[in-house]
């Protein structure tokens, strides 16, 4: 392989990588965002791109993005007039599946 091949590999990788979406979560396959579906309950995908979208934002307060995570989801029951589990359940929730999620990203 001459230079000017191996350049143009390393160009075309290059392009590659770029083109690709890094913000996609690992094993959701959904980008991290900031407000769960409005039309719908969400699922624990839905609610793990939201918590992962608080924690990015802040990444020193894992509890301040559990916290936001979870009155997003109490948020989305209370406007469908469905009565929730008490607030401090819902945060519970809320760490088992970031727990869950990354108990799974390390093995």
Not at 5 to 12: D, E, K, P, V
Not at 32 to 56: D, F
Request: proline residues 6%; glycine residues 2%.
């Amino acid at each position: 392989m001459n230079l000017s091949q191996s350049r143009g590999l390393i160009s075309f990788f290059r392009k590659m990588s770029s083109t690709r979406s890094t913000d996609k979560l690992w094993l959701v396959g959904a980008p991290a965002t900031q407000e769960l579906p409005s039309s719908v309950l969400p699922n624990h995908e839905e609610v793990l791109c939201v918590l992962q979208y608080h924690a990015k934002l802040n990444p020193r307060d894992l509890a301040f993005s559990v916290r936001q995570t979870a009155l997003n989801v109490q948020h989305q029951y209370s406007k469908a007039n469905i009565p929730t589990i008490d607030p401090c359940d819902i945060l519970k929730k809320v760490w088992r599946l970031h727990e869950e999620y990354n108990g799974l990203k390390k093995s």
